[in-house]
């Protein structure tokens, strides 16, 4: 059965809005009548920007940088008046290699775009979404719940998302609820060309995913904060 969400008044920023994940999750608080703010470090004009941009309003920026992050916020509240939901979705996978052949900078990369951005994001959407009692939903990942071989990086780093959103709920308990979301392999066209062979219709789509992200962000899910939502299906 569909469900109807009405986010008319409310104003929404989605990092990494970019990608697949992100502009259907940006479309589709569109369609539901929301402010969409979509936030991503690629420019404006470029080609890899999937989002409709006569549909939202876009910001640029680096959210592995606090300064960045920090105007970008501000300027959201400043033009919009208000802000009612983060939606954390900046991230990316690397692997294929055991801890003691992963370079550093991969380390790095991970953290910084999977933890580092939602951390920063988080930490200055926080006092807005106070006034509003808003919501915050981040993407952790299923392979966060244990470890495994040649992507140790990628899921520490989601297990850290996984964390932080408890402590964003544990510290905000009445005014900001903070939830995850854990998909496995997302139907996107890089994950098609990444994996040619696999069988594609077991991958969830990014409109699916996106239904999950606004109930947790909308007053149905008044009462549910701090958890780690499956959204992996068959995948």
């Not at 502009?23 to 009548?33: K, L, P, T």
């Not at 930490?123 to 719940?145: D, N």
Request: aromatic letters at 6%.
């Amino acid at each position: 059965m569909a469900v109807d969400y009405d986010f008319d008044g409310r104003v929404v920023l989605v990092t990494g809005a970019a990608g697949a994940l992100g502009s259907a999750i940006a479309e589709a608080f569109d369609a539901a009548g929301a402010t969409v703010c979509a936030a991503d470090i690629v420019e404006e004009g470029s080609d890899d920007v999937s989002v409709d941009l006569s549909r939202v309003h876009y910001y640029q920026g680096d959210f592995t940088d606090e300064a960045a992050v920090e105007e970008t916020v501000e300027t959201v509240v400043e033009d919009h008046g208000r802000l009612d939901a983060l939606c954390n979705i900046a991230g990316t996978w690397r692997g294929g290699t055991p801890i003691d052949e992963t370079d550093a900078d991969t380390f790095e990369f991970l953290f910084d775009l999977n933890l580092r951005t939602m951390f920063l994001a988080s930490k200055h959407a926080i006092p807005h979404l106070r006034e509003t009692e808003g919501a915050i939903v981040s993407v952790s990942a299923r392979s966060s719940l244990e470890g495994g071989e040649g992507d140790g990086p990628y899921r520490a780093s989601k297990a850290g998302v996984r964390l932080l959103t408890e402590t964003i709920a544990e510290e905000n308990l009445g005014t900001v609820r903070a939830n995850a979301i854990m998909p496995s392999v997302i139907d996107t066209p890089m994950n098609r060309e990444m994996m040619p062979d696999a069988d594609h219709s077991k991958w969830v789509d990014p409109a699916e995913i996106a239904d999950v992200v606004m109930f947790l962000c909308s007053e149905e899910a008044g009462v549910t904060s701090g958890a780690a939502v499956p959204v992996y299906g068959e995948a």
